[in-house]
């Protein structure tokens, strides 16, 4: 595609339940990042793929949180047991060849709700 | 990567030059000046960058200090959507992750 793909754009989810958040990079980005910003605040960096090299997964904010990226292309971020603090817009951003080299491109985020 | 620090907030008037102003006093040689901007429900959107030389492109300029203590980036005819939170960060080369701080939200009016 164009540009990141993100899905679910919404999901709406009960407490104790797991969710599955994907995002698709633009095609040929060797770099991964997912961030997630709470109503009103700043983004907070989650988790970073580059390549083949283990991921940089310093933000996760709780063993909750887990990311893969398979075949070096598709991320899914898994939140395991969902708390109401993990209501969030979840952002992903793709980059050719991780952030220093210019430009990240960023999804339209996947919309967290955790009753 | 170095710590920057920018105003909470300003305002702009409609046409006129927006001047957003950043301090990296800690800057190390190797880091980069970005910007970014987050436009209401959208995902941030890079704007510019550079290392020591005063760059600009068809969205903004950004002029760095000869010190390369603190920058500013320079919007030449501010539009109202041009109403965002504006990011301005210090990033090593070879491949650091992207961290964002507090930014300046930029209100441009008619």
């Known amino acids: 595609g164009a540009g990141v793909s993100q899905s679910p754009s919404n999901k709406v989810t009960e407490k104790g339940k797991d969710v599955e958040l994907r995002c698709d990079p633009i095609s040929g980005h060797t770099a991964l990042y997912w961030y997630r910003q709470s109503l009103g605040q700043g983004l907070e960096f989650l988790i970073y793929?580059?390549?083949?090299?283990?991921?940089?997964k310093s933000g996760l904010p709780s063993d909750r949180f887990s990311a893969e990226r398979t075949g070096g292309s598709v991320s899914t971020l898994t939140i395991q047991r969902t708390q109401q603090e993990d209501s969030a817009v979840y952002l992903c951003?793709?980059?050719?060849?991780?952030?220093?080299?210019?430009?990240?491109?960023f999804g339209e985020g996947s919309r967290l709700t955790v009753l | 990567d170095a710590k920057t620090t920018q105003p909470p907030s300003m305002d702009c008037a409609e046409g006129r030059a927006a001047n957003l102003p950043c301090n990296h006093s800690t800057i190390s040689g190797n880091e980069y000046v970005y910007w970014y901007r987050q436009i209401h429900s959208q995902g941030p959107q890079y704007i510019i960058h550079?290392?020591?030389n005063n760059e600009t492109n068809e969205m903004a300029s950004l002029i760095i200090t000869e010190d390369r203590k603190s920058s500013t980036l320079i919007l030449p005819h501010a539009t109202l959507r041009d109403t965002a939170v504006y990011y301005c960060i210090a990033l090593k080369a070879a491949g650091n992750k992207l961290t964002f701080g507090g930014g300046t939200r930029v209100l441009v009016k008619p």
């Open positions: 550079g290392l020591k």
């Open positions: 951003a793709s980059s050719l060849a991780g952030g220093w080299t210019g430009e990240l491109f």
């Open positions: 793929f580059q390549g083949n090299s283990a991921p940089d």
